[in-house]
């Protein structure tokens, strides 16, 4: 298995997972070839997806940038964090104010004592609950667990079309859990109640454009958002 890294106890290598593909679409190098199969596989597919992971992480730079320098946060949740790589929230908070707190969740659950404003992340993740009804509860739980004046910053693949819909499942069925794209309605519901900042929900290479692209195009199905818990 040359080029990879060697497989910990507990790691099945022998089917694709998220994280990894991801990780390999975004120019990690903690992936196996089963995760690079699929990934190329998919952008076979869909080409868009060449640019949906470099596009979410570029969103969240951004994103990270404003709430920490603006909004002076500096406690983060990132969930469903995917592997480490380039651009981690600790590390964008970190170089405006390095005493800037992070927690990482990744299919862990979340045990926190909270008392200062949040600034809570899921990008591309909730795509991996097909069911809309259980994924907006579990956004409920995590806003409702943040204390007030918390922050989301939300993105996610959204399809209108229903034939790009049906190949992003069909990559997902293939890997070890399912995905599901959310239309653009779908998308903002995920901030009903919340106070969106401007410029709202759309693609994320549409938030406050910057500096700080990470090879991403306008093309993009990756939507999302920065909003405030009123
Ligand atoms: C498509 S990756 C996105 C990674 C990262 N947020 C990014 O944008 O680069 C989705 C991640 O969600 C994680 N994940 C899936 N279900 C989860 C859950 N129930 N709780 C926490 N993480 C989860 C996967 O393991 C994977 O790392």
Same mark, same amino acid.
């Given at each position: 298995m040359s080029g990879s890294p060697a497989v910990p106890d507990?790691?099945?290598?022998s089917a694709p997972r998220s994280a990894r593909v991801w990780n390999y679409r975004l120019g990690?190098?903690?992936?196996y070839p089963v995760d690079r199969v699929l990934g190329d596989r998919i952008l076979a597919t869909y080409p868009e997806f060449a640019t949906d992971a470099r596009a979410g992480r570029a969103f969240l730079v951004r994103a990270i940038t404003h709430l920490a320098?603006?909004?002076?946060?500096r406690g983060f949740l990132d969930a469903?964090?995917?592997?480490?790589?380039?651009?981690n929230t600790h590390e964008i908070a970190q170089a405006i104010a390095p005493e800037s707190r992070v927690v990482y969740v990744d299919n862990d659950p979340m045990v926190l004592d909270l008392d200062r404003p949040i600034g809570l992340s899921i990008i591309?993740?909730?795509?991996?609950?097909?069911d809309l009804e259980q994924a907006l509860g579990l956004m409920r739980t995590y806003l409702d667990a943040l204390p007030w004046g918390s922050f989301l910053v939300f993105g996610d693949l959204m399809s209108e079309e229903t034939s790009t819909a049906e190949a992003v499942d069909q990559w997902y069925e293939s890997a070890t859990l399912p995905y599901r794209s959310h239309s653009l309605a779908e998308i903002t519901s995920f901030f009903d109640g919340l106070d969106i900042l401007?410029? %709202?929900?759309? *693609?994320? =290479?549409?938030?406050?454009?910057?500096?700080?692209?990470? %090879?991403?195009? *306008?093309? =993009?199905?990756?939507y999302g958002g920065v909003a405030r818990e009123p």
């Open positions: 507990g790691v099945d290598a990690g190098k903690d992936d320098g603006q909004e002076k946060v469903g964090t995917g592997l480490p790589t380039h651009h591309g993740t909730l795509g991996h609950i097909p401007s410029p %709202g929900v759309g *693609p994320v =290479t549409e938030w406050r454009p910057g500096d700080v692209e990470i %090879g991403s195009s *306008p093309d =993009t199905d990756m």
